[in-house]
């Protein structure tokens, strides 16, 4: 009975994107949407889409460990990361079905459960250091075997690229 206009007004991380929806979708938020009908507003999720992020950690188990272990082993040359994924479920997930691979970020990308928001601030922190601890020790293992580290030259330029390419991502 609500017009998609309406029902975006209803929900406070969707009327954030509400300029952007409007510029993208015009009069599909006149639609009055038939019962069980699903549009789709935005394809993907992230913060600056208003998408909600909550902790699926206890689904993680022997079988969905080695579905990402199989993909991990892979690729080459990358020892930390994490994925992002769209699935049909998480039984098809865990027998390694039915899903699309969306995006794998690596040592830059941060935990998205900590953005759970239920999820206490101490947990997050905790996470993250946790997190950087093993890339820490991943790097150490690399050097031992012959990787050598960025100079400060390289990761100043490296830097100033990401930035660069930041701003060129957002507008």
Known sequence: TSTVLELIRKKDRAKLQLATL???HGELLTLVPRKNEVLE??????????????NGNHLVDKDLLETFNQLSHRLQGIYFGRFDIKCKDVNSLRKGENF????????????AHIYDPDY?????????????????????????????????????RTLIHLCTYKKFAVR
């Open 22 to 24: 409007k510029a993208t």
């Open 41 to 54: 507003l935005v394809p993907f999720g992230n913060h600056c889409r208003g998408a909600a992020f909550y």
């Open 100 to 111: 699309r691979i969306l995006e794998i970020n690596g040592v830059g990308a941060e935990p």
């Open 120 to 156: 206490k601030l101490f947990q997050a922190f905790r996470d993250i250091r946790k997190q950087w601890s093993v890339i820490y020790r991943i790097s150490q293992l690399n050097r031992r075997d012959g990787v050598e580290f960025m100079t400060l030259r390289e990761a100043y």
